[in-house]
């Protein structure tokens, strides 16, 4: 057994995957600069954040990782400081991924690293699989977007012509959709959201959970075709639904809708109170 | 317990130390005005820019340089020869256009380091810059240049002008 606590070694390990993704989003080295972005950071990590905070607090303080355990918490904490030179943050996500599914296969593993271990999964997915999934199948990603952007312009009569992922507005005005700006990008946040969210207040699944996620990906896919609709009408329309004012109440719907589903999912106001159950 | 601390608290400051920048580097407006001058060169070689009649959905159209060389047919010249110092946006457009990327790095002209070999090269530079070791501008110094199928006089191009002016 290692001397330091089981609680301490997950928060440390929480700890740098956050500044790492805060350092990654920063625009240069200085403590303002950085204070700015993690002010600024993506309010779902912070919901992911929080919830394995919440769950590694519930550890008991007296326990310990074994030898084992804490070497391959620590060789992931080396592995992520070295992969900053390559500076691809979907490999901070396979980091997280690996060891979540270390986690949750651990076999003394305790209800809270557990969960721990699923939401890192979660989140490592998102970060990793959803960002190789998305350039191995970024040309058939975006043709989805476009084609239903096609039939939104269809629907409005607005159609003009569309050769790939390139959507033509019937006054000439054509948007060229690139993986950036697929719906995948947000729906790929809905996994982590959802499973941080019900790992917070409880250990296990149920069926009603993916029906939440199945019905908040279609609502973000109908905002994104809403938004990128709205961006071929014309070069100020796409300024303002992509840079301006647009694209920031984009960003706030889209986040809501997230949030929503994972409240949905993980149904807080059920719990019994005196909050989570959770093993000490 | 204090070795555990002290890895924890080690890799903490080396991820702050080599990644903050990497956005910047990506996205600000050194980018754009860097495009302007790209723009300069090609319209002191003859060539005619133009602004971009539609817009690549990514953020970036002001890094794109949108320009028509001789010989390319209307179509082709209504495409942008893109060219951006945001590689993963140009290896982005090169999968969705399936246009052929050539990789430029600024005082190496023609050197395809790779993708790989280019973002170790911009880690290691940024730490060092943050070391206060070396004046260093990371993956600023990279250009690509994404050349459209249909309009394969866009190659001829000549950009060392851009490269010995940004070296």
Not at chain 1, 157 to 170: P, S
Not at chain 2, 119 to 140: D, H, K, T
Request: net charge neutral; glycine share 10%; proline share 3%.
């Amino acid at each position: 057994m290692t001397k330091i606590s089981t609680r301490e070694c997950v928060i440390w390990f929480l700890a740098l995957l956050a500044f790492g993704i805060v350092a990654d989003e920063a625009r240069r080295l200085s403590f303002g600069v950085l204070v700015t972005t993690a002010l600024n950071h993506n309010l779902i990590y912070i919901l992911i954040y929080a919830a394995i905070l919440s769950r590694a607090l519930a550890i008991a303080p007296e326990a310990r990782l074994s030898r084992g355990d804490a070497a391959v918490l620590g060789g992931g904490a080396v592995a992520l400081a070295l992969l900053s030179f390559v500076g691809i943050l979907a490999l901070d996500g396979a980091i997280a991924m690996a060891l979540g599914l270390y986690l949750v296969r651990m076999r003394r593993a305790e209800e809270n690293l557990r969960a721990i271990g699923a939401i890192l999964l979660a989140f490592g997915t998102h970060l990793f699989v959803a960002k190789a999934l998305q350039t191995a199948f970024q040309a058939e990603i975006v043709s989805v977007d476009s084609y239903l952007v096609e039939m939104m312009l269809r629907a409005t009569g607005d159609f003009g012509a569309r050769v790939g992922n390139q959507v033509e507005h019937a006054s000439g005005f054509q948007v060229a959709i690139v993986g950036a700006c697929s719906a995948c990008n947000i729906v790929s946040l809905l996994i982590p959201a959802g499973v941080a969210a019900v790992m917070w207040g409880r250990s296990h699944f149920e069926r009603s959970d993916l029906r939440w996620m199945i019905g908040g990906a279609c609502a973000l896919v109908v905002v994104n075709t809403l938004r990128l609709g709205l961006m071929v009408q014309s070069h100020e329309g796409y300024v303002y639904w992509h840079n301006e004012g647009g694209a920031t109440w984009v960003a706030i719907v889209q986040t809501a809708v997230v949030l929503a589903v994972a409240a949905g999912a993980a149904r807080p106001w059920d719990r019994p109170s005196g909050g989570a159950k959770v093993a000490a | 317990m204090m070795v555990m601390r002290a890895l924890f608290a080690m890799c903490i400051g080396l991820v702050v130390l080599i990644r903050p920048g990497g956005n910047e580097d990506r996205r600000g407006d050194a980018v754009r005005a860097f495009s302007a001058e790209i723009r300069a060169v090609l319209e002191d070689q003859g060539m005619e820019t133009f602004p971009h009649r539609g817009t690549l959905e990514n953020g970036l159209a002001s890094q794109v340089v949108w320009f028509a060389p001789e010989g390319c047919s209307e179509q082709a010249a209504a495409m942008p020869v893109y060219i951006s110092q945001d590689l993963d946006a140009i290896l982005s457009v090169n999968d969705v256009l399936g246009w052929e990327v050539e990789m430029h790095h600024i005082g190496q002209s023609g050197s395809d380091l790779g993708r790989v070999g280019l973002v170790m090269r911009a880690g290691w530079a940024r730490l060092q810059s943050a070391l206060g070791l070396a004046e260093v501008r990371g993956p600023m110094h990279q250009i690509a240049v994404a050349v459209p199928d249909a309009c394969p006089a866009a190659r001829d191009v000549d950009l060392r002008p851009v490269w010995r002016d940004a070296a």
